[in-house]
């Protein structure tokens, strides 16, 4: 059993970076090896093992114990308004690609839920702020970001607004997956395009089960990073305030229907928002 204790903790041991596992990945596995003794040499726990697994995916994230909040909410603040501009870039990008594609006339306006902007304003004001924000020039890019948003792409003015409360802040760089999430809504994009070509009856059920999707990944990854969580509570945060926004100069037909649309639409930020604060206000304290 020993044998196959050490074989378990040595595959486990890789999880963990490389620095980790140079400096003190065989006192580690010594310890485990002689609390295994100790126990018996009993079969591990599987609640053992989830916790190694944590541990090794939190260190591979750089989520150390006693991070403060405010640390973890700069970070995610920035991770929030890339993903912003990348939502906004993303679905008229592919509208206009489709459209150079099969030939037919590229109309923003024809893009359910969209502004009639012009592409070169659209394209302009969404990559140089995203370059300048990805440079970390948040200030700048935001100011960037302020013509189409001000046009009615109200994504980027969120944007915007994100990026203006890190002047003169230094997020630390994104770690681990929340690196990647800026991606998320890009991915999310072609799926729904590639299923409005292939499978145009459930495109909306897809679309909305990929939307759904993203608050339960960051629900799920909360014990790991939940810096992930709060950003995509930023992001559903804002489609939120849009959607309000948009009521607010638009007719309302069904107020029943609103409310229902509204309450939809205000769960996942008030579940990734509010679970996040209290996982970084407990990590602080450990």
Do not use: K, N
């Amino acid at each position: 059993m020993t044998t196959s204790l050490e074989t378990t903790y040595r595959r486990l041991l890789w999880l963990y970076p490389a620095d980790f596992r140079r400096t003190r990945g065989a006192e580690m596995l010594d310890t485990l090896l002689e609390m295994a003794e100790d126990g018996g040499g009993r079969r591990h726990a599987p609640r053992e093992m989830l916790a190694l697994t944590i541990t090794a995916l939190r260190m591979r994230a750089a989520r150390m114990p006693g991070t403060p909040p405010r640390e973890s909410w700069l970070t995610a603040i920035r991770t929030g308004a890339l993903m912003l501009i990348v939502f906004g870039l993303a679905e008229p990008s592919i509208y206009y690609l489709s459209a150079l594609v099969h030939g037919f006339p590229a109309v923003p306006a024809l893009i359910h839920g969209l502004p009639a902007v012009p592409p070169l304003v659209l394209g302009l004001s969404g990559l140089l702020g995203l370059a300048l924000a990805l440079r970390r020039r948040h200030l700048a890019a935001a100011i960037v970001l302020l013509p189409a948003g001000f046009l009615g792409f109200w994504h980027f003015l969120a944007a915007a607004a994100l990026l203006a409360t890190l002047t003169r802040r230094r997020p630390r760089p994104a770690t681990g997956l929340l690196a990647y999430a800026p991606l998320a809504p890009l991915l999310v994009a072609i799926l729904t395009a590639a299923g409005g070509q292939f499978l145009p009856e459930v495109a909306g059920i897809i679309r909305f089960g990929l939307l759904m999707a993203l608050p339960l990944g960051g629900l799920l990854w909360l014990a790991v990073d939940e810096r992930v969580a709060m950003a995509l509570g930023l992001l559903y945060l804002s489609t939120l305030l849009i959607s309000l926004g948009q009521l607010l100069i638009g007719d309302v037909y069904s107020w029943t229907m609103v409310a229902v649309d509204l309450a939809i639409t205000a769960l996942p930020p008030a579940l990734l928002l509010g679970l996040a604060t209290d996982t970084a206000r407990r990590q602080a304290r450990l």
